[in-house]
């Protein structure tokens, strides 16, 4: 990986797994699909998209498992074959690599900017802003 632009170093739970990403990305978005939500457990998938050349794994590449959906033409996932977290992962045609955003440790200096496959949301999907915060676990 070049110095051109710093790099946004992620992990997994457990540590096993890490990784280093250079901006900029290709995209950063929410994604509603249903495969995406299968995924990652929650209402959305929070995904950035960069080129291969732009991705390096700098810890335990030997615990990244794969899956491929047989019935998709490009869908797959990554995972640590130690914590089950999620992790990046090379598409199909070779070309990018998924990248989940959660998984990130250093703040990938963007945002999202749009939501894809809105209509397939989850029918319980409530806004983020729409709701109370708190600054830990809330009441109840």
């Known amino acids: 990986m070049s110095a051109e632009s710093p790099s946004i170093r992620g992990s997994c739970l457990c540590g096993a797994v890490a ?4 901006p900029p990305f290709a995209f950063f978005k929410y994604c509603h699909c ?15 998209l960069v080129a291969v050349e ?3 794994w700098t810890r335990g ?17 990554g995972f640590c074959n130690q914590c089950g977290s999620t992790l990046p992962w090379r598409t199909k045609n070779g070309k990018w690599m998924l990248v989940p955003a959660g998984g990130l440790d250093d703040a990938p200096g963007a945002v999202p900017d749009q939501n894809v496959y809105w209509d397939s ?3 319980w999907y409530v806004a983020a ?4 915060c708190f600054a830990e676990e809330g009441p109840g």
């Open 34 to 48: 249903r495969r995406c939500r299968k995924n990652s457990g929650t209402a959305h998938a929070a995904n950035l």
């Open 129 to 132: 802003a729409e709701l109370p």
């Open 19 to 22: 990784y280093e990403v250079r």
């Open 121 to 123: 949301r989850a029918p």
């Open 54 to 56: 732009q991705f390096a």
């Open 61 to 77: 590449q030997d615990s990244v498992r794969r899956f491929e959906l047989p019935e998709a033409r490009a869908f797959c996932t």
